[in-house]
């Protein structure tokens, strides 16, 4: 798990995050494309970010290839990917910059810091 948070670190020193207040203000933007990596049963559990496309982390390097439904998507919108706290949007951004979708970044501490900044949540 320690390599995990200095992924997140090292994303983050890359300019690829943004903070859950930097989010907030971009949720609803039709530049950008919010994309909930977790299980589905973390989403029921937890609620998801309103409007947010579901990915999940398991289906992405499919996903970010040319032909994959991020990598199409890419084309138009930023993406903005969120987990539970960060740890796989985080690889999820370095696996997408690697694909050469240089507009991915993610949420900082997941939908934890989101929630902690009083985003919205739906069930």
Known sequence: NMHQGLHQEEVARRGWSVTAEQARTLIGSPGVALIDLRERTERVRHGSIPGALHAPYPDLQENIQPGGILHELADAKRLLFYC?????SAMAVQAAQDAGISTACHIHGGIAAWK???GPVSA
């Open 84 to 88: 539970a706290f960060g740890e796989r």
């Open 116 to 118: 902690k900044a009083e």
